[in-house]
């Protein structure tokens, strides 16, 4: 049988952050912003999570995830647990992740950890977090501090999930912690983020020299709705530029641009990505609404279906855009050509399906379009789906089931989702098979 091939060595895997599993995590500033009725949809609170703190239930997920075939596995250390007040180093927190790590290497599985992923401590949030550079030495004390602790346990590194989703959503459209609704506040953030990745990356390789880091960017494939019109084209390109390029760009030349800032360099952001970390999901057709200033004059429409009925909360999360393997295969190309054969990790991709109706389908075209990307020589050496288990989706609460493995929070009992084992047959496969293109669909 016909079998498009990943290449040999591909790590097969699932993306998970701390916050989001691991449950009492009560010492950060997404904890503080659950307490406040209205921040979090249904009024849901992350509480105990996945249990990987209090139950160490992160081993039966692990176990799952190795009988699925999963080779590697991508967590967050949270920051707050290991450094509880300034300064403070915690050892049953370091203790704890030495275990998490061991655990996974015990399985054959590969881990990569995220030094940053959206929570900050309290004791940080009270001196403003990113707002500010006085974080930047912390950042980078913290991540040398982890690795010095658990570099014997792992060598690859992301320092900082999604710098312009932590931006946008906490200091633009101000739906997470603090927020906030200033642009020129979310401009500091992010050239802050920017510094706190060179200095960390910096700082990871002073320790561990043969370390690989890189951090998780998220693409959003900005699209005109009226690609006659070159006013949408217009807006969609500055969109493009400035949500998907210039923060890259600047890792690349060192020189800032909108929207970290306007002049002025960062010397030591140069080449600080030994590879490159995608996060993809979907892409947004766009038209021109000069009332919308923070995304600069462009309003995403509605997604459009996609083959199988949506419930609410799943045409919510698609109001922000089309499910569109065509334009992640686009995506791929262009990082390719950015990175200049720098390896390229999809360090995240996924659907929130409660009936795991969508999912094999989104699993089959995404992945059948990396591999047509991979095939004409983008050097893709992984990919992570998000996630593994069901968990706390920040401001949507539990709402959003993006886990291949399903959790009854009562119990804590998983349940793997039918497409758990279409993961896992590509995983072992190291390939898809043309039936399974045939049955779900090619990618276009
Ligand atoms: O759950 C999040 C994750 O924390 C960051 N990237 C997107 C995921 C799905 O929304």
New binding site residues.
């Given amino acids: 049988m016909d079998t498009r091939k990943f290449p040999d060595g591909f790590l097969w895997g699932a993306?998970t952050?701390a916050?989001?599993v691991e449950g009492g995590n009560d010492n950060n500033d997404w904890w503080a912003w659950e307490q406040t009725p209205g921040h979090i949809k249904r009024g849901d609170q992350s509480g105990v999570a996945c249990d990987w703190w209090r139950g160490e239930r992160y081993r039966g997920d692990f176990d799952l995830a190795c009988a699925l075939h999963q080779n590697a596995h991508r967590l967050s250390v949270e920051w707050s647990r290991i450094e509880p007040r300034e300064g403070e180093w915690n050892a049953d927190a370091i203790a704890f992740y030495r275990r998490v790590l061991t655990a996974l290497r015990e399985r054959g599985m590969a881990p990569l950890v995220t030094l940053h992923?959206?929570a900050n401590p309290l004791w940080l949030r009270a001196r403003g977090a990113w707002e500010t550079q006085a974080i930047v030495p912390l950042f980078e004390r913290f991540a040398a501090r982890v690795v010095q602790e658990l570099g014997d346990l792992c060598d690859f590194w992301i320092t900082f999930?999604?710098p312009m989703?932590y931006a946008y959503t906490g200091y633009v459209n101000a739906k997470w912690v603090p927020g906030k609704s200033d642009f020129a506040l979310a401009m500091r953030v992010l050239m802050n983020v920017l510094r706190g990745h060179a200095v960390a990356y910096h700082a990871i390789h002073r320790v561990q020299p043969q370390a690989r880091v890189g951090l998780?960017h998220?693409i959003l494939a900005f699209k005109p709705a009226d690609p006659e019109s070159w006013l949408n084209r217009v807006i969609v390109r500055l969109q493009d530029y400035a949500y998907n390029r210039a923060f890259l760009l600047t890792l690349q030349d060192g020189r800032v641009r909108f929207p970290m800032g306007i002049g002025g360099r960062v010397p030591e952001a140069m080449g600080t990505q030994d590879f490159l970390g995608l996060?993809f999901?979907f892409s947004r057709r766009v038209v021109v609404d000069f009332s919308q200033p923070g995304s600069l004059f462009g309003r995403t429409l509605p997604a459009q279906p996609w083959g199988v009925p949506y419930d609410d909360e799943l045409l919510e999360?698609f109001g922000k855009g089309d499910i569109d393997p065509a334009s992640f295969y686009r995506t791929v190309k262009w990082l390719a050509e950015y990175g200049k054969g720098a390896p390229i990790y999809i360090t995240?991709n996924?659907v929130?399906d409660r009936y795991d109706e969508l999912r094999p389908r989104y699993l089959v075209t995404y992945l059948a379009a990396l591999q047509r990307a991979i095939a004409e020589g983008a050097p893709v050496k992984g990919y992570f789906h998000?996630?593994l288990v069901d968990?706390?989706?920040?401001a949507?609460g539990y709402t959003?089931p993006?886990g291949l493995i399903a959790n009854d929070r009562a119990t804590q009992t998983r349940t793997p989702k039918p497409s758990a084992a279409l993961y896992a047959r590509i995983a072992r496969e190291n390939g898809i098979a043309s039936e399974l293109i045939e049955k779900y669909g090619h990618a276009n």
């Fill in positions: 993306a952050a916050h989001q992923h959206f999930n999604e989703v998780a998220n996060n999901y999360w995240e996924g929130p998000w996630t968990n706390f989706e920040w949507e959003l993006f």
